[in-house]
């Protein structure tokens, strides 16, 4: 056999193999081209789709997204909001009741023997007690609130010009002994001998320095005479009871706070008003001014 003839039989071999070859590739996807295959040729088992069991991951595009832990967390709810709200309200509004009830009376008393008129005492606690409801966040983180209240009745009460006023006036003649002492006398002796409070604390709420303050109740006492502590104790036990239960003192204290709201608005348009109008109709003015009388054509007076 030549050369030739030996590369053409391989040649041939070659492409029956890939022939064979290429059946039965066709009959692993067709499975009429595995019948024609023939028998003892197995076709090539078709490709069966990935399935999603356990254990097997998910593609991130097929299927629903991971949970985001951030986005899973509850947010938080106007209602909720609003509950801590009317919570936080009534706390307060409870607060400002019991330190009414426990002082008013007794602070009624106090004025009342500072000053010797029942009106102008209650007059100066109702006004102590509407200050305090209105700068209640920062008296209900004092460290005496009662103290805070007492201070500010005390002072308004023993203005001078409170004694102006004809309907909180005391006749001399009806003024005790006690209250005929001068206001700081009668300040400083009732706070620390009435009271009890130290001697510091006395100076620190009548406003003078600790020096006076001794000098003020060593004078009380002598004017006094003995036992005047004593009787300032009993005098104090004594309480009237307030005019205006505690709920009405905060609604009193809060439609005042509207008017004198409305009030200070008002107050600030008008004065921008005026304002305006001093703004726009001055320079006007001043050019009709201008215009009657030009400068340079002014008539001198004639000479006599």
Excluded: C
């Amino acid at each position: 056999m030549s050369r030739t003839s030996t590369t053409k039989a391989a040649k041939a071999v070659k492409k029956r193999r890939r022939h064979q070859s290429a059946k039965a590739g066709d009959a692993g996807q067709d499975p009429q081209a595995a019948r024609a295959a023939g028998p003892g040729r197995s076709a090539a088992p078709a490709e069966q789709p990935e399935r999603i069991g356990a254990g097997t991951p998910r593609e991130s595009g097929s299927g629903t997204r991971p949970t985001d832990p951030a986005s899973a967390l509850p947010e938080p709810r106007a209602q909720d909001a609003a509950a801590e709200a009317v919570r936080i309200a009534e706390a307060a509004q409870a607060a400002f009741d019991g330190l009414y009830t426990r002082n008013a009376p007794a602070l009624l008393r106090q004025v009342e023997l500072l000053t010797g008129s029942m009106p102008l005492a209650r007059h100066a606690v109702h006004r102590a007690f509407d200050l305090a409801w209105q700068r209640w966040p920062e008296v209900a983180v004092d460290p005496d609130p009662a103290g805070w209240i007492r201070a500010e009745a005390h002072h308004h009460a023993l203005a001078p010009w409170q004694q102006l006023l004809p309907w909180f006036r005391t006749p001399p003649r009806e003024r005790s002994p006690f209250q005929r002492l001068p206001r700081g006398t009668r300040h400083a002796v009732l706070l620390h001998d009435g009271l009890g409070l130290s001697l510091r604390r006395t100076a620190a709420e009548s406003l003078a320095t600790t020096s006076m303050t001794r000098r003020r109740i060593v004078r009380g006492r002598e004017a006094l005479g003995e036992g005047a502590a004593v009787r300032l104790g009993d005098l104090l036990d004594e309480q009237p009871q307030p005019e205006y239960p505690a709920a009405m003192v905060r609604e009193l204290s809060e439609q005042w706070l509207r008017i004198r709201t409305v009030g200070a608005v008002g107050a600030t348009v008008l004065i921008a008003l005026v304002t305006a109008v001093g703004l726009v109709f001055g320079p006007l003015s001043d050019r009709v001014a201008a215009d009657r009388d030009p400068v340079g054509q002014r008539t001198s007076a004639p000479a006599p």
